[in-house]
């Protein structure tokens, strides 16, 4: 296939950077198919209420935006910009919140949105940050969980898919700020597969 027809294909690597992205780990048809679901599960839970969703840019946003039009209820909706301290891929807990939350959160039904959860050092910083601020409910819904990787055990109510402990691009997740447009989860594969 040449490239102008892999492009159109829709189905080939695209988005730059020097790594080769490996094979789909989570095709774009399974990811819509439990954004559905995950959508449905928060639309029950929340009946009758008004949820805040937080989404944690950046690697959130797609997810964020594909789970919001599956939730059947008068949401609504901020972000939060945080960085981790440490190496590019390894999480130091230590995070800083780099853009915070437009809005107040006390007394209000938080439900943070997150790409990723590796040690779960990030999520459980923010938690901590965030119950500081006494909201009136405090859920985490998550794209993807790494199986086996956590050193701190965080309390996940809504988990999109477990994964194995490999690293992964696409659905706004990045490598070096690339591949986050892929449609699909993707390894970031060293042996070109
Ligand atoms: P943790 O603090 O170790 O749980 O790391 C969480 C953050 O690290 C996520 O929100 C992502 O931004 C990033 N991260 C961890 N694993 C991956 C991965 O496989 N691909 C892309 N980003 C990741
Ligand atoms: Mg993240």
Request: proline fraction near 3%; glycine fraction near 10%.
């Amino acid at each position: 296939m040449d490239d102008d027809a892999q492009a159109r294909s829709g189905t080939v690597v695209h988005g730059g950077g020097d790594d080769a992205v490996g094979r789909t780990l989570v095709s774009s048809d399974d990811l819509a198919a439990r954004v559905a679901e995950l959508g449905r599960q928060i639309t029950t839970d929340y009946s009758g209420r008004r949820p805040l969703l937080i989404g944690v840019l950046k690697g959130a946003l797609v997810f964020m935006a594909d789970l919001v039009r599956c939730v059947d209820l008068p949401l609504e909706i901020d972000f939060m910009t945080v960085s981790s301290y440490g190496s590019a891929n390894k999480s130091s807990g230590v995070v800083r919140i780099v853009q915070d939350l437009d809005g107040d959160i006390a007394g209000r039904d938080v439900l943070v949105v997150e790409d990723i959860i590796d040690s779960g050092l990030t999520i459980s910083y923010l938690l901590k940050a965030l119950a500081a601020r006494a909201p009136a409910s405090l859920e985490v819904c998550t794209l993807l969980i790494k199986e086996g990787r956590q050193k701190v055990e965080p309390d996940i109510r809504y988990v999109g898919f477990r994964i194995p402990d490999e690293y992964v691009v696409g659905y706004g997740l990045d490598a070096d700020q690339c591949h986050r447009n892929l449609p699909d989860v993707r390894t970031l594969g060293q042996e070109g597969t």
